[in-house]
């Protein structure tokens, strides 16, 4: 086997980020065993993911850390806390905190007053056609029983024939 290939392949990126198939993690825990450098390759694959998050994280902002150390009080325990942060009712008593985030498309799509006009009249177009074939479908199954009921007689009672 052709461990640089198999390296290459990004089976250890897919094993690394939890895309690997179980017969794909199988044999890569298989051959790491045999081949030491996998392992390198696994810890040195991990560090570029490392960095690479590092690099494009996004730091949170001050305000957060205060806030957070605000909340903290020295020296008082997990139960003191826990019970002091809800009132008689259950309900926590501080304050919501909300994040104003800003949509990433913050375009507003508006519709001219014209195409509105012509989507309304499109749609009573659309309902006159529908009512209209309506009407017209049982006019024509009303005429169709009156022109059966008149060709019935006929059927049944022959005109009589000249002699």
Known sequence: ???????????????????????Q???????????PLLELEITAAELRFEDKLLEEGVAPP?????????????????????????SSHG?????????????????????SMWWRCAFIALVVLIMALAASTWHFYHRAAQLE???IKLKVPLINNPAPSAR
């Open 1 to 23: 086997m052709n461990i640089s290939n198999y390296i290459e392949s990004g089976i250890i990126e897919r094993y690394l980020l939890g895309l690997a198939s179980p017969e």
């Open 25 to 35: 993690e199988a044999e890569l825990l298989h051959l790491r065993q045999i081949y």
């Open 62 to 86: 001050c305000e957060l850390k205060n806030s957070v150390l605000q909340r903290i009080k020295p020296g008082s325990g997990k139960k003191e806390r826990a019970w002091n942060s809800y």
């Open 91 to 111: 309900h926590a008593n501080h304050s919501n905190t909300y994040i104003q985030l800003e949509p990433f498309w913050n375009r507003r799509i508006s519709v």
């Open 145 to 147: 029983e009156v022109l």
